[in-house]
């Protein structure tokens, strides 16, 4: 049941329950059990002593059908409630039945709350209408050993076994390996999944530290605790396993208080067996390194672009040829590299094949001019390929010649055939110009 410290705004009565506040609170920080009830004497909340002394849920439950009253003029409810006052609480002596047959007796103090603190408060479903607190019999066993002690021995064995199952059951519930370990870095319990992969058994991880498994964790645990915080989320680092070999792990920890009513702190340690993973990003780097391999063994410059005109990939070549860096070249248009002319037009032929499929440039050759990042122009020889991904989208690769030398190369091939008609052929310097234009494609550059 939830704690009733939720005040109601809507009241007018804040002395009233600024004071019941403080009983409630007085009844948490109290090691004896104590209950509110109501005027049925059902219980309607209880403190983290009473929560131990009955495991169970017994909200909602007769305080009478719980405790049996030794005063043989006491038998119901009704017949106590008519000596309850504000003022003197009622005592009287009660016992517990156990499962093995025993009982345990314990005096119950009973007294009425005050007509202003009976308030309906959140998170109580009745108004409370009495306290009761159940303190030990401080009579003394036959072996001469104070009952009380006997008494917490017995419940402290039920809570034990209670809180040691439902740890077990979170341990358990996980599919990734799981820890829980004391604040000393002592392993409390581990599940099946740590077991299988780090290769101990359940006795021989039980009472052994953390620090063996992944120093990391010992040392996020010490930092929790510095650092007052309750959790540290998906760091990887490395633990190794019983034969000596190191083991990839996303570690998570968490800090649980007061799991079993007491101050004893534990802490989960969840850690997820990132081997597979590390193993499929190694093989997914060497594959990308020899692709990067391949594409920078070719001499003449490539790059690669998305559907929107966006360098993705680009080679050594490329880089030496228009003097950008590789940085200033992924992630930005590739009409940085096209003349003024060209550029303005670019993105929207690209949207244009995308949308209608009509190849105008896709596997064809076409000459070019292009632009350095001096900003000198230059002429190329331009191919592009198209490629399609897996998601639907499609990428580009374009390689690049330089035919600057080419040009030359012809030009000055045209003017040494000039010169041999004008010597050897006795040809006219208009002749010679005719001869040009009757074959442009052997005197001009592509």
């Not at 060209?342 to 064809?364: E, L, M, P, Q, S």
């Amino acid at each position: 049941m939830s704690c009733p410290f939720k005040q109601n705004k809507s009241s007018p009565k804040n002395e009233n329950v600024a004071k019941f506040h403080q009983l409630v609170t007085f009844m948490q920080a109290s090691p004896d059990a104590a209950f509110l009830l109501n005027k049925e004497g059902k219980i309607i909340y209880r403190n983290k002593a009473a929560q131990l002394l009955f495991l169970t849920n017994v909200d909602s439950m007769s305080f009478c059908s719980l405790f049996t009253f030794s005063d043989q003029s006491v038998n119901c409810w009704d017949e106590l409630v008519k000596n309850l006052t504000t003022i003197t609480p009622s005592h009287h002596s009660v016992s517990v039945q156990l499962d093995d047959n025993s009982s345990l007796d314990f005096h119950a103090n009973f007294v009425k709350l005050p007509r202003g603190m009976v308030l309906h408060l959140d998170g109580m479903e009745d108004d409370p209408f009495a306290c009761v607190y159940i303190i030990p019999s401080p009579d003394v066993s036959e072996h001469g050993k104070s009952f009380e002690s006997e008494i917490i021995n017995k419940l402290t064995e039920g809570a034990d076994d209670h809180h040691h199952k439902h740890m077990r059951d979170v341990v358990e519930a996980s599919l990734d390996p799981m820890f829980s370990v004391f604040e000393s870095g002592v392993i409390w319990m581990a599940n099946d999944a740590a077991i299988r992969l780090f290769g101990y058994s359940n006795s021989d991880l039980s009472g052994r530290n953390i620090s063996e498994i992944c120093e990391s964790a010992r040392e996020e645990q010490k930092s929790l605790h510095n650092m007052k915080d309750t959790s540290h989320k998906n760091l990887r680092v490395t633990a190794i396993n019983r034969y000596g070999m190191d083991i990839p792990v996303d570690l998570s920890i968490r800090l649980m208080t007061s799991f079993d009513c007491t101050e004893e702190k534990v802490y989960f340690i969840h850690m997820k067996d990132c081997s597979i993973l590390v193993e499929q990003q190694a093989q997914i780097k060497h594959k990308d390194d020899l692709c990067k391999a391949m594409i920078n063994a070719s001499f003449d410059p490539m790059f690669g672009i998305d559907q929107r005109g966006i360098i993705i990939v680009v080679n050594q070549a490329a880089l030496s040829m228009f003097g950008y860096t590789e940085a200033e070249f992924i992630g930005h248009n590739i009409s940085m590299i096209c003349n003024e002319h060209d550029a303005k037009n670019h993105d929207v032929h690209i949207a244009r094949y995308v949308k209608t499929g009509v190849k105008r440039v896709v596997g064809r050759k076409r000459p070019l001019v292009a632009r350095r990042k001096d900003g000198t122009n230059f002429h190329i020889e331009l191919g592009v390929s198209e490629v399609s991904l897996s998601n639907g989208e499609k990428m580009f690769c374009g390689f690049v010649r330089d035919t600057t030398q080419q040009r030359l190369d012809r030009e000055k091939l045209r003017r040494q055939e000039a010169v041999i008609g004008e010597q050897f052929f006795d040809l006219s310097p208009e002749d010679s110009k005719n001869t040009v234009k009757r074959y442009p494609a052997r005197y001009t550059a592509a």
